[in-house]
C-alpha cells in the first residue's frame, strides 16, 4: 500500500521567513505533485515532478524530488501572508494503469504579517 | 481556458436517500477520476474511469457507489444510500491521455459538498 507522508502538518511562520515542507511516499514512484487548497476551494496544481533530481519554482514556492530517498520538497522562501493556505502532495503508482493520486494528510501553512 | 465542472456545489440529504453528484471533464480528457476530502482530512481517491469502465476503485467505493458517463459530456457519482459518514467534500477530476505532452496533472473541479443528515 502506497503512503504518503508530510511534515509538519501545522505550520506558522512570519512574513519574510523561510521554510521547508517534506514529503515522503513509501513505494517506487517517477511522478509527485503538489498542490495548493484554499479554505473551501478546490485543488490548485502547483508543481508536477516527473524525475529524479527535478527542480520547479514559481514565484517564493520551489519543489524538488528525490526519488531514490522517496522525498519531496516545497521551499518556501520569504514567505507572504497570500501563500497562507493548506499544501498537498501526492502520488501515483508507477506503473499502475489509471494514474490515480495518493495524498498527504496536507500542510497548514498559516503566515504571519 | 477550459476547466472541469461540477454540480451541485451544496447538496444536503437525508440518510438513506440516493444522491447523484455530477461533472463536466474538460472536453478532450479521456481519464475521470473522483475523489472525496472529509471536513479537514486529506483527499481520498474514489475511482478512476477510462473507456467507459471503471478502471480502478478503492476500499471506499463499495456497492453503495456506482459512476456513468451517460453521454459524451457528464460524468457522475451515484450513492445508493447516503450514510453519514458519506458526508465529505466530492472532487471530480480529470486528465487527457497520461504522458502525452508529458501530461500527468489532474485538473480538479471546485467539488460538491455533500451533508447527510
Known amino acids: 500500500e502506497l503512503k504518503v507522508e508530510q511534515n509538519p502538518l501545522f505550520l506558522s511562520m512570519q512574513e519574510g521567513k523561510n521554510y521547508t515542507i517534506y514529503c515522503n511516499y513509501s513505494?517506487?514512484?517517477?511522478?509527485l505533485y503538489w498542490y495548493r487548497q484554499d479554505p473551501g476551494k478546490s485543488l490548485e496544481s502547483l508543481f508536477v515532478?516527473?524525475?529524479?533530481?527535478a527542480v520547479k519554482q514559481e514565484g517564493r514556492l520551489m519543489a524538488s524530488l528525490d526519488t531514490k530517498a522517496r522525498l519531496s520538497t516545497l521551499h518556501i522562501t520569504a514567505a507572504v501572508h497570500d501563500l497562507s493556505a493548506t499544501y498537498f502532495c501526492?502520488?501515483?503508482?508507477?506503473?499502475?494503469?489509471?494514474?490515480?493520486?495518493?495524498f498527504g494528510k496536507g500542510t497548514k501553512l498559516s503566515v504571519i504579517p | 481556458e477550459p476547466e472541469v465542472t461540477q454540480t451541485p456545489s451544496h447538496q444536503v440529504t437525508q440518510m438513506g436517500q440516493e444522491v447523484i453528484l455530477r461533472c463536466v471533464p474538460i472536453s478532450n480528457h479521456l481519464y475521470f477520476y473522483w475523489y472525496r476530502q472529509i471536513l479537514g482530512q486529506k483527499v481520498e481517491f474514489l475511482v478512476s474511469f477510462y473507456n467507459n469502465e471503471i478502471s480502478e476503485k478503492s476500499e471506499i467505493f463499495d456497492d453503495q457507489f456506482s459512476v456513468e458517463r451517460p453521454d459524451g459530456s457528464n460524468f457522475t457519482l451515484k450513492i445508493r444510500s447516503t450514510k453519514l459518514e458519506d458526508s465529505a467534500m466530492y472532487f471530480c477530476?480529470?486528465?487527457?491521455?497520461?504522458?502525452?505532452?508529458?501530461?500527468?496533472?489532474?485538473?480538479f473541479g471546485p467539488g460538491t459538498r455533500l451533508t447527510v443528515t
Open positions: 477530476a480529470s486528465i487527457p491521455m497520461p504522458g502525452v505532452f508529458f501530461i500527468f496533472e489532474q485538473y
Open positions: 515532478l516527473l524525475s529524479n533530481g
Open positions: 513505494t517506487t514512484s517517477d511522478r
Open positions: 501526492a502520488v501515483d503508482l508507477s506503473g499502475a494503469g489509471s494514474y490515480q493520486l495518493t
